[in-house]
């Protein structure tokens, strides 16, 4: 599978998942006027450890200082480098339901490299408007319209029973990348990135976890 971030081919996929984490506490420091952070400063404050941290930012082309640590600014231009969130990819979305309005409503996404450049559905009392000034046209119309979007990533934000039919449309009409919110798990060539995002999922989990605390409290 692609990807679309700068990514050392030798990085676990969860040091890949952390560094955003790193990212955004040095954003905070600079932002309160620090120049400097240790691995054990970023460790006190997300729950990492300091040695898991400084194994991380081994795989990106960065080294601190002994009794100064990594220089703040660098760090951030390193971390967005690789993570691609300094180009931006265009994508569309898929579904204007709660959820896919909700994300293009979402102005912040830009800041990571991602600019949603169209909405698309069926619906034809929310087709032919505009959300955070991003267009809603209607699905039946990307595939030929995507020749001049150039989108490079399809967002589903469908209901899951036409999630995998929308994903064939999008791979079909050119889109190299899935983001998938929705609970139906999609099938795509090996040529297609495809990343799985279920706030349901996660929901359950929380769920589960938090019976278990409430049961320890009650002794149940």
Do not use: C
Request: overall charge negative; charged content about 20%; proline content about 4%.
């Amino acid at each position: 599978m692609h990807n679309l971030s700068k990514i050392n081919p030798n990085i676990p996929e969860p040091a890949l998942r952390r560094l955003p984490w790193y990212l955004a506490y040095v954003k905070m420091l600079k932002k309160q006027g620090e120049s400097h952070v240790s691995s054990t400063g970023i460790a006190n404050k997300i729950n990492v450890s300091s040695s898991q941290i400084a194994k991380d930012l081994s795989y990106v082309d960065i080294t601190g200082k002994t009794r100064v640590g990594y220089d703040i600014d660098q760090l951030i231009d390193v971390l967005e480098l690789f993570l691609g969130f300094t180009s931006l990819h265009n994508a569309v979305l898929f579904g204007v339901g709660s959820l896919g309005a909700a994300l293009l409503a979402d102005s912040g996404l830009e800041q990571y490299g991602l600019k949603i450049i169209a909405g698309f559905d069926i619906n034809q009392q929310i087709i032919g408007k505009r959300i955070n000034d991003i267009p809603v046209y209607d699905s039946d119309t990307f595939k030929s319209m995507n020749a001049g979007l150039n989108s490079e990533i399809g967002i589903l934000t469908v209901p899951a029973e036409v999630a995998q039919d929308t994903a064939d449309y999008l791979i079909e009409s050119g889109v190299h990348a899935i983001w998938n919110f929705t609970p139906y798990r999609v099938s795509v060539p090996d040529d297609i990135v495809l990343q799985n995002t279920s706030i349901y999922a996660h929901l359950a989990v929380m769920f589960n976890r938090l019976k278990e605390k409430e049961d320890q409290l009650t002794g149940k």
